[in-house]
């Protein structure tokens, strides 16, 4: 199943053929298999949900962080920074007292001329 670029038929064959098999390993398996397999599934799915949930956070944290910088606001308290975001800032982000637009350094604001201070 190394090709990904299969017709919706193709696709549909391949699920039904998958399916037949687990029906069958299934049907091979004792009770008790069956039950620690049907637990370590509850186990793994409940792993990985916690992870999808963390990742999301995270996004929601970062998204936060990104519309409060565009406001000009620091970020909430107990966000979540990357750590690479921080590393990667050589100079602080500045902005124009005056006008508000963001300014890649320098004394003066590229916009109005104002002096430049650093938030």
């Known amino acids: 199943m190394g ?3 299969l017709s919706s038929e193709e696709m549909q064959r391949y699920i039904e053929a998958q399916k037949k098999k687990l029906e069958e390993a299934l049907a091979r398996m004792t009770p008790e298999e069956r039950a620690e397999a ?3 599934f509850a ?6 949900e916690a ?3 963390k990742t999301l956070d995270d996004a929601w944290s970062i998204m936060e962080m990104n519309t409060a910088q565009e406001h000009h ?22 902005f124009c007292p005056n006008c508000g637009a963001k300014a890649d350094g320098g004394k003066f604001c590229e916009f109005c001329g104002s002096p ?4």
């Open 73 to 94: 606001q620091s970020a909430a308290p107990g966000s979540y920074v990357p750590e690479a975001m921080l590393k990667g800032m050589e100079n602080p982000i500045c």
């Open 43 to 48: 186990v793994l799915r409940q792993a990985d």
């Open 3 to 5: 090709n990904l670029d």
């Open 51 to 53: 992870r999808l949930r």
């Open 116 to 119: 430049l201070k650093t938030q």
């Open 38 to 40: 049907e637990n370590n």
